[in-house]
């Protein structure tokens, strides 16, 4: 079973993604991959077609996650989380938690609150 690797839009701070880093997560920012100004249906072709978890506080994300889900398709996971529910260093944690007990593999088609 292969570790989940993350993917971000532009909507979170770069210091989650440091923090991730240093804790050994693998994640890639939508900056890193030349798709900051792209649009959602572009974001999405690329995490799932490269098997990243989209981790977003755009709630406009679930709501495509869904609709993906919905008409038969399949997606490789989105975590959501409010912008204002965690400070930075818990959403390092609750990340970093969900790595360790979930798989890629079991994340195909979630959609995670954190």
Do not use: N, P
Request: aromatic share 10%.
């Amino acid at each position: 079973m292969s570790a989940i690797r993350f993917y971000t839009d532009e909507h979170v701070d770069f210091a989650v993604v440091s923090g991730l880093r240093r804790r050994s997560v693998e994640i890639l920012t939508c900056q890193e991959a030349g798709l900051r100004t792209k649009s959602d249906a572009e974001h999405f072709e690329f995490f799932i077609t490269s098997g990243y978890v989209l981790y977003t506080h755009d709630g406009g994300c679930v709501g495509r996650a869904a609709e993906i889900s919905h008409s038969g398709l399949s997606h490789t996971s989105v975590v959501y989380c409010h912008h204002a529910k965690y400070w930075i260093g818990e959403q390092i944690r609750l990340l970093k938690e969900l790595v360790e007990r979930v798989s890629a593999e079991e994340m195909v088609d979630r959609i995670v609150y954190l």
